[in-house]
Nanobody, 118 residues
C-alpha cells in the first residue's frame, strides 16, 4: 500500500487543520493507520491511531480532546482533525499503516508540515 499525507499548512494558535492520508494499492480498512509527528530536534512521537478491525482509536495525552482521527473507507482515506492547535503542535506529520496482525508500521507516507504560529 502507498500512502500520501497532505493538508498541512500555517495556522494561528487556536486554529484548526484537517490532515488526510490517502492510500493506493490496497484498501485501508485492512490496516491500522497511525499518525506520527516529528518536530525539529525531537524524536518522532505517535499522535493517534485507528484500528483496522474495530475502529478503536488512540490519542496521545498531548492531543487528546483536541484531535480526532477517522476513516472513510469509501474514499480509502484516514483523516486527522486538529482543533485548538498550539505552537507545540508544530511538526512534520506522517501517516503510517500496519496490516492487520502485524506489530510494526511498515508503510509510511511522506510528511506534511504543520506550523502553528502567530
Amino acid at each position: 500500500v502507498q500512502l500520501q499525507a497532505y493538508g498541512g499548512g500555517l495556522v494561528h494558535p487556536g486554529g484548526s487543520l484537517r490532515l488526510s492520508c490517502s492510500a493506493s494499492g490496497d484498501t485501508l480498512d485492512a490496516y491500522t493507520i497511525g499518525w506520527f509527528r516529528q518536530a525539529p530536534g525531537k524524536e518522532r512521537e505517535g499522535v493517534s491511531c485507528i484500528a483496522s478491525n474495530d475502529g478503536r482509536t488512540y490519542y496521545s495525552d498531548s492531543v487528546n480532546g483536541r484531535f480526532t482521527i477517522s476513516r472513510d473507507n469509501t474514499k480509502n482515506t484516514v483523516y486527522l482533525q486538529m482543533n485548538s492547535l498550539k505552537p507545540e503542535d508544530t511538526a512534520v506529520y506522517y501517516c503510517a499503516a500496519k496490516f492487520r496482525g502485524e506489530a510494526e508500521y511498515k508503510y509510511w507516507g511522506q510528511g506534511t508540515q504543520v506550523t502553528v504560529s502567530s
